[in-house]
């Protein structure tokens, strides 16, 4: 039925008849009812092709013996025309002025060699003009030259009969003489398809055959016509009931397909399917179970049972179109282990915030959230239309354009810049100028005059010379408060999914060794940057973190920012110190012992506590019957040395924010001064509409189309690399139930 009603739409879609797509009233289809149907409609539609391609082959075939008559009669006519001249002239010489010097036997010889004239043989056709000048020169080859070949073009291409398809051609005429000529001109003919048609000298039947072939051509014609018309019709009636067709067959297909996958009990009387499915649509599966048994008056009932296996478990999170997108976000890394601790909930926030402070200007954020809002509310037209591949793209991920939007809004207050531009917003700048030469100096000219900006940076920042020594400093020490805070979560959580998997071991010997280590550096970082920013201190933060591995127990001096600060560094770099073989030594051998016991109590039924250890067993030695030790030591040295080297690397990192952010922010600034400022200054309106338009265009292209996708790429490595390899292991496999509708939307 599949391969029949695919057969219905090519030939639907050469005769250019579109399904209808009109809801039809839903009436109960029987499917051997329909399969029958099917096999009537295409023995019908198969008749009708044979019998046009038939009528089709007569025609062209047709066309092209009139146009060998027009053509070939052209060339008899022409030679027949000089020949009669060229008879005319000679008489007319041998009844003219005889001399002295005419030869007494030349009536002889000319009565001689018309009585050795022979009559020539000829063959007439079309063949294809690309072809016709090797076919000219073998045909010449062949026979040594003992022939004489006309050709004349055809004006237009002709539809072959043979291909069907449109070629351009030449008429030719051969003349030849003998049979062992016609021979070997017959193989040359067949061997570049050219197609010979039956000619006659007489002028009286030419015309007689050309009138024929007229007649019979307009007959054709309105033979072909009406079959065309009866076959459209046909089409027309398969397309008002092609898609409901199509529907109950896919839909009958995938449940063969499903059914296949069931297994026979012993009996044979009965099957087994075993399966997947959610905690809390058990009931809801044993509904449709008795429901089902119900409706087909099946006098036994379906057994319903739940099966406890060791095999994992797909992974399912119950989604929405707000939080779908997020989540496929997550599963383009990599789709979660069973109860695995999901990053999807965190990305929904994390995931724009990271992409604003990249993208930090709220002119920009609210030409994003425009176009967002305009998919989001015709989302229900767009949903039910076939979208470009990056249409389609960008409105699944709406709501993702939208959060990252609203992000955008508000860090861009923060920045205070509106398409580069800033504004007194809150409340009015906290400094004022010294006196009136201080306008172009830097902030040493000016003073505070009243109270400190209330919210974002203080507008009079922007376009000082120390705009970009302060906004640099801000941003790249925020950029780490950020990483660090956001890489904390990424192992916090890892203790929460060895918690929940029971597994001990990698909360005493990953989780705090890799919490120690990465807050006795980047942590304490942390720390110094915000009391730098609360005191107000001129401590080089450079020098003291260098200086903390390179010569631990010299003074600070001046770099101390608060008591006891030598110590407190000697002691976290002695932790830093003592985390990294706190990782790598302990946990290959206590998995080795764990391994011992289990292989002594074999026999014993497995409680939850040591079927988890077994699991990460499993995990860590890729197999617990043959437990390599070298290989669980060498895969931990891994994990630590990876772990050691990418809490600096992760942390460096992090400062594409700040990169990011500055690029954003110096490309607004330069396209607002270097091509709208500039424009505007030449009070000229053509000069100021070409730059406004100028202004849009590169706007629009590239700060919110090419920075969009930089700053989307950069926070999706952030998420990925950055913080879901602190917990996230991400070897899972999709849950996918039987659903007509994913049936529906599959192409095969």
């Known amino acids: 039925m599949a391969r029949k009603l695919r057969f219905f739409k090519e030939q639907m879609e050469k005769a250019g008849v579109t399904p209808s797509t009109k809801p039809m009233t839903q009436t109960e289809i ?115 030259g003992n022939v004489y070949t006309r050709q004349a ?17 030449n008429v030719f005429v051969v003349f030849y003489s003998g049979e062992k000529a016609k021979t070997k001109i017959l193989r040359i003919c067949e061997a570049f398809g050219a197609n010979r048609y039956s000619f006659t000298e007489d002028f009286g039947k030419q015309v007689q055959m050309i009138s024929e072939v007229s007649g019979r051509l307009a007959e054709l014609r309105t033979a072909i016509d009406a079959g065309l018309l009866q076959k459209s019709k046909l089409l027309q009636t398969i397309g008002d009931q092609f898609v409901q067709w199509n529907t109950l067959a896919r839909k009958e297909k995938s449940i063969y397909h499903t059914m296949n996958m069931l297994s026979l009990d012993v009996t044979k009387k009965c099957l ?37 296996t060791s095999e994992s478990p797909p992974t399912y999170f119950h989604t929405n179109k707000f939080t779908s997108a997020f989540q496929d976000i997550v599963d383009a890394y990599g789709v979660a282990k069973y109860q695995e601790a999901n990053p999807g909930v965190y990305t ?68 205070n810049e509106f398409f580069s531009v800033p504004f007194e917003l809150f409340a009015p700048s906290a400094y004022a100028c010294r006196d009136l030469s201080c306008r172009d100096a830097t902030t040493v000219g000016l003073i505070k005059a009243r109270p400190t900006y209330p919210f974002g940076v203080d507008p009079v920042w922007h376009g000082s010379r120390s705009e970009l020594p302060f906004l640099n400093s801000l941003k790249m020490k925020m950029s780490i408060l950020i990483g660090v805070a956001q890489m904390n979560l990424g192992i916090i959580l890892s203790y929460f999914n060895a918690a929940y998997f029971r597994n001990s071991l990698n909360v005493w010997f990953q989780f705090i060794p890799q ?136 942390t460096a990192s992090y400062l594409r924010l700040w990169a990011l952010s500055l690029a954003h922010s110096e490309l607004s600034s ?33 700060l919110l189309v090419m920075e969009t996708l930089s700053a989307f790429l950069h926070a999706l490595r952030l998420h990925w690399v950055e913080f879901q390899n602190k917990f996230y292991e991400g070897d899972g496999y999709k849950f996918y139930p039987f659903s007509f509708a994913s049936v529906n939307d599959e192409v095969e």
């Open 30 to 144: 029987d499917v051997d009812d329909l399969e029958v149907k099917l096999g009537e409609f295409e023995a019908e539609l198969v008749e009708m092709n044979t019998n046009n391609e038939k009528l089709q082959r007569s025609y062209n075939e047709l066309v092209e013996y009139k146009l060998v008559l027009n053509k070939a009669g052209g060339f008899f006519s022409s030679a027949f025309s000089s020949a009669t001249a060229q008879q005319k002239e000679i008489e007319s010489q041998q009844t003219g002025e005889e001399s002295l010097d005419t030869p007494l036997l030349q009536d002889r010889e000319i009565s001689i060699e018309s009585s050795k004239q022979v009559k020539l043989g000829f063959i007439t056709g079309l063949v294809s003009k690309e072809k016709s000048m090797p076919f000219e020169r073998i045909i010449f080859r062949a026979t040594r």
């Open 670 to 702: 330069v396209f607002y001064e270097k091509v709208l400022l500039l424009a505007w200054g030449y009070n000229n309106i053509i000069i100021l509409a070409v730059g406004a338009i100028l202004f849009i265009f590169v706007t629009v292209g590239v």
């Open 272 to 308: 087994v399917a075993e399966g997947w499915s959610p905690v809390f649509a058990t009931n809801l599966i044993q509904d449709a179970l008795q429901r089902a048994a119900f409706d087909s008056n099946s006098q036994v009932g379906t057994i319903f049972q739940v099966l406890h």
């Open 348 to 415: 929904i926030v994390t995931f724009p915030f990271l992409f604003a402070v990249m993208f930090g200007d709220w002119g920009h954020g609210i030409c994003l959230l425009l176009a967002a809002l305009v998919f989001i509310i015709r989302e229900k037209k767009l949903s039910g239309q076939k979208l470009g591949d990056i249409t389609e793209m960008t409105f699944g991920g709406r709501y993702v354009i939208l959060m990252m939007a609203l992000f955008s809004i508000y860090t861009g207050i923060i920045y």
């Open 515 to 650: 919490i120690i280590f990465l807050n006795s550096l980047f942590g304490y970082l942390s720390l110094l940057i915000i009391l730098k920013w609360c005191t107000g201190s001129q401590a080089d933060l450079y020098h003291v973190m260098i200086y903390m591995f390179l010569s631990p127990t010299d003074e600070l001096g001046e770099n101390q920012l608060f008591p006891q600060q030598k110590t407190v560094q000697l002691v976290l770099l002695l932790l830093a110190l003592v985390s990294v073989p706190w990782m790598l030594l302990p946990k290959p051998f206590l998995l080795k012992m764990q391994h011992q016991a289990r292989q002594g109590e074999s026999y014993m039924p497995l409680q939850s506590t040591e079927e988890s250890l077994q699991l990460e067993a499993n995990h860590d030695s890729h197999g617990h019957e043959e437990f390599e030790f070298s290989e669980v030591f060498v895969h931990q040295m891994i994990h630590t040395i990876e772990f050691v080297l990418g809490a600096v690397s992760n």
């Open 153 to 169: 073009a055809v004006e237009e291409p002709v539809i072959d009969p043979v291909s069907g398809e449109q070629v351009e051609k």
